[in-house]
Protein backbone atom coordinates (compact mmCIF):
# COMPACT_ATOMS: atom_id res chain seq x y z
CA UNK A 1 0.00 0.00 0.00
CA UNK A 2 1.49 3.34 -1.08
CA UNK A 3 1.25 6.01 1.81
CA UNK A 4 0.47 9.41 -0.33
CA UNK A 5 0.71 12.74 1.64
CA UNK A 6 -1.34 15.08 0.28
CA UNK A 7 0.28 18.93 0.66
CA UNK A 8 -2.43 20.85 1.41
CA UNK A 9 -2.41 25.00 1.55
CA UNK A 10 -4.11 26.72 4.56
CA UNK A 11 -6.92 29.04 4.64
CA UNK A 12 -4.99 32.29 4.87
CA UNK A 13 -2.71 30.94 1.71
CA UNK A 14 -4.93 29.89 0.00
CA UNK A 15 -7.42 33.21 0.28
CA UNK A 16 -4.04 35.36 -0.79
CA UNK A 17 -3.91 33.43 -3.91
CA UNK A 18 -7.53 33.59 -4.89
CA UNK A 19 -6.89 37.24 -4.59
CA UNK A 20 -3.80 37.33 -6.31
CA UNK A 21 -4.61 34.94 -9.43
CA UNK A 22 -7.84 36.98 -10.07
CA UNK A 23 -6.21 40.83 -10.15
CA UNK A 24 -3.93 39.27 -12.54
CA UNK A 25 -5.08 37.23 -15.07
CA UNK A 26 -4.10 36.52 -18.57
CA UNK A 27 -7.00 34.34 -19.96
CA UNK A 28 -10.15 36.18 -20.85
CA UNK A 29 -12.97 34.03 -19.45
CA UNK A 30 -16.54 33.56 -21.59
CA UNK A 31 -19.99 33.16 -21.53
CA UNK A 32 -22.08 30.60 -22.49
CA UNK A 33 -25.47 30.64 -22.77
CA UNK A 34 -25.93 26.28 -22.06
CA UNK A 35 -24.21 26.84 -18.60
CA UNK A 36 -21.36 28.89 -16.26
CA UNK A 37 -18.28 28.58 -18.35
CA UNK A 38 -15.14 26.95 -16.61
CA UNK A 39 -11.12 26.92 -17.37
CA UNK A 40 -8.54 25.38 -15.13
CA UNK A 41 -5.96 28.32 -15.73
CA UNK A 42 -3.02 26.59 -13.47
CA UNK A 43 -2.12 23.63 -11.80
CA UNK A 44 0.48 23.39 -9.38
CA UNK A 45 1.95 20.76 -6.83
CA UNK A 46 -0.21 21.36 -3.98
CA UNK A 47 -3.01 23.88 -5.60
CA UNK A 48 -5.17 24.42 -8.91
CA UNK A 49 -6.98 27.14 -10.23
CA UNK A 50 -10.21 27.84 -12.38
CA UNK A 51 -11.67 30.83 -13.96
CA UNK A 52 -15.76 30.34 -13.99
CA UNK A 53 -17.71 33.00 -16.02
CA UNK A 54 -21.53 32.93 -14.92
CA UNK A 55 -24.58 34.40 -17.06
CA UNK A 56 -27.26 35.71 -14.53
CA UNK A 57 -29.56 32.95 -13.35
CA UNK A 58 -26.54 30.32 -13.71
CA UNK A 59 -25.30 28.66 -10.72
CA UNK A 60 -23.37 24.97 -9.33
CA UNK A 61 -25.18 22.34 -7.92
CA UNK A 62 -24.81 21.80 -4.24
CA UNK A 63 -21.54 20.10 -3.46
CA UNK A 64 -18.34 19.26 -2.25
CA UNK A 65 -14.97 19.28 -3.16
CA UNK A 66 -13.46 15.73 -3.66
CA UNK A 67 -15.73 13.61 -0.60
CA UNK A 68 -14.05 11.68 1.96
CA UNK A 69 -11.35 10.27 -0.63
CA UNK A 70 -9.40 13.64 -1.00
CA UNK A 71 -11.44 16.39 -0.25
CA UNK A 72 -9.69 20.18 -0.90
CA UNK A 73 -10.30 23.01 0.63
CA UNK A 74 -10.85 26.25 -1.65
CA UNK A 75 -11.30 30.31 -2.00
CA UNK A 76 -13.13 31.98 -4.39
CA UNK A 77 -12.25 35.85 -5.24
CA UNK A 78 -15.17 37.68 -7.70
CA UNK A 79 -13.25 39.49 -10.36
CA UNK A 80 -16.48 41.16 -12.05
CA UNK A 81 -20.00 41.13 -10.87
CA UNK A 82 -21.96 39.54 -7.84
CA UNK A 83 -22.48 35.59 -6.58
CA UNK A 84 -24.16 34.28 -4.12
CA UNK A 85 -23.15 31.36 -1.67
CA UNK A 86 -25.78 28.63 -0.13
CA UNK A 87 -23.75 26.99 2.59
CA UNK A 88 -25.24 23.83 4.52
CA UNK A 89 -25.16 24.41 8.01
CA UNK A 90 -24.65 21.27 9.23
CA UNK A 91 -27.01 19.70 12.01
CA UNK A 92 -29.63 17.10 12.79
CA UNK A 93 -32.07 19.31 10.75
CA UNK A 94 -29.55 21.13 8.19
CA UNK A 95 -30.19 24.24 7.47
CA UNK A 96 -28.44 27.04 4.16
CA UNK A 97 -26.38 30.14 5.40
CA UNK A 98 -26.79 32.67 2.02
CA UNK A 99 -23.98 34.83 1.42
CA UNK A 100 -23.28 37.62 -0.93
CA UNK A 101 -19.93 38.32 -2.91
CA UNK A 102 -18.94 41.26 -4.30
CA UNK A 103 -16.26 41.81 -6.96
CA UNK A 104 -12.92 42.03 -4.73
CA UNK A 105 -14.35 39.87 -2.27
CA UNK A 106 -12.76 36.60 -1.42
CA UNK A 107 -14.74 33.46 0.48
CA UNK A 108 -12.58 30.39 1.84
CA UNK A 109 -14.28 26.97 1.86
CA UNK A 110 -13.22 24.31 4.29
CA UNK A 111 -12.59 20.60 2.73
CA UNK A 112 -15.66 19.04 4.95
CA UNK A 113 -18.19 22.41 3.23
CA UNK A 114 -21.28 21.06 1.04
CA UNK A 115 -21.86 24.29 -0.79
CA UNK A 116 -23.76 25.57 -3.98
CA UNK A 117 -22.85 28.72 -5.95
CA UNK A 118 -25.08 30.78 -7.74
CA UNK A 119 -25.64 34.49 -9.74
CA UNK A 120 -28.58 35.48 -8.70
CA UNK A 121 -27.65 39.10 -9.60
CA UNK A 122 -28.82 40.34 -13.57
CA UNK A 123 -25.36 41.04 -14.75
CA UNK A 124 -22.83 38.45 -15.62
CA UNK A 125 -20.04 37.60 -12.91
CA UNK A 126 -16.34 36.48 -13.03
CA UNK A 127 -14.65 34.46 -10.31
CA UNK A 128 -11.47 32.96 -9.90
CA UNK A 129 -11.26 29.29 -7.55
CA UNK A 130 -7.93 28.23 -6.12
CA UNK A 131 -8.07 24.41 -4.65
CA UNK A 132 -6.02 22.88 -2.69
CA UNK A 133 -5.24 19.52 -3.44
CA UNK A 134 -6.58 19.92 -6.93
CA UNK A 135 -9.87 18.48 -7.54
CA UNK A 136 -10.36 15.25 -8.61
CA UNK A 137 -14.12 14.80 -7.98
CA UNK A 138 -17.27 16.50 -6.49
CA UNK A 139 -20.04 15.01 -4.69
CA UNK A 140 -23.17 16.82 -5.96
CA UNK A 141 -26.10 16.55 -3.66
CA UNK A 142 -29.51 16.95 -3.02
CA UNK A 143 -30.61 19.12 -0.24
CA UNK A 144 -34.64 19.99 0.41
CA UNK A 145 -37.12 19.80 3.64
CA UNK A 146 -35.47 16.07 4.37
CA UNK A 147 -31.89 17.28 4.44
CA UNK A 148 -28.74 16.30 2.27
CA UNK A 149 -28.54 13.43 -0.10
CA UNK A 150 -25.76 12.68 -2.13
CA UNK A 151 -26.68 12.38 -5.76
CA UNK A 152 -24.01 12.23 -8.06
CA UNK A 153 -20.06 12.13 -8.30
CA UNK A 154 -18.06 14.03 -11.07
CA UNK A 155 -15.22 13.30 -12.14
CA UNK A 156 -12.32 15.76 -12.70
CA UNK A 157 -12.42 17.25 -16.51
CA UNK A 158 -16.34 17.21 -16.50
CA UNK A 159 -17.63 20.57 -16.96
CA UNK A 160 -18.50 22.03 -13.44
FE1 LIG B 1 -17.38 24.67 -4.58
Known sequence: ??????????????????????????????????????????????????????????????????????????????????????TVVPGAFPGLRRTGLERGGVSTVDDRTVHAMRNDSGEPAVSLHVYSPSLDAMRTYLFDETGLSPAAIKRAGEDW
Open 1 to 86: MTDVTLSVLGADRLWALAAFYAENLTLRPRFTKTGRWARRVLSGPDHEAWLLAWLPGQGTEMHDHGGLARPAAAAVSVVSGRLTEY
